[in-house]
Nanobody
């Protein structure tokens, strides 16, 4: 059973944008650090971005710095990943993950709760 629910994936042309959402029905996401990971076919899962409980601290993989922005909206129990200037190499299944510990890790084993993922495909 997935504790988190991702949405917002889809097909987009190179250079386009998508905004992913991560919701947590059943628990208060505001108390958790949240990260986005992605996994492309034949590749290992990689950390994309993370955000602290307050939202004051964020972390990004070098491959997405300057193009992706993570944010959270307290009260709406949701974390977002705004993805701009998308490239074909961004194509992957994107997962959100949460941990009760307040840090901005991009290591998957640091996270306890996961969603089922949403497909992002960047192609012309």
């Amino acid at each position: 059973q997935s504790h988190l629910v991702e949405s917002g994936g889809g097909l987009v042309q190179p250079g386009g944008s998508l905004k992913l959402s991560c919701a947590a029905p059943g628990f208060t996401l505001d108390y958790y650090s949240v990260a986005w990971f992605r996994q492309a076919p034949g590749k290992e899962r990689e950390g994309v971005s993370s955000i602290s409980t307050s939202g004051d601290s964020t972390n990004y993989a070098d491959s997405v710095k300057g193009r992706f922005t993570i944010s959270r909206e307290h009260g709406k129990n949701t974390v977002y990943l705004q993805m701009n200037r998308l490239k074909p190499e961004d194509t992957a299944v994107y997962y959100c993950a949460a941990t009760y510990t307040d840090y901005v890790s991009l290591i998957s084993s640091d996270y306890d709760y996961w969603g089922q993922g949403t497909q992002v495909t960047v192609s012309s």
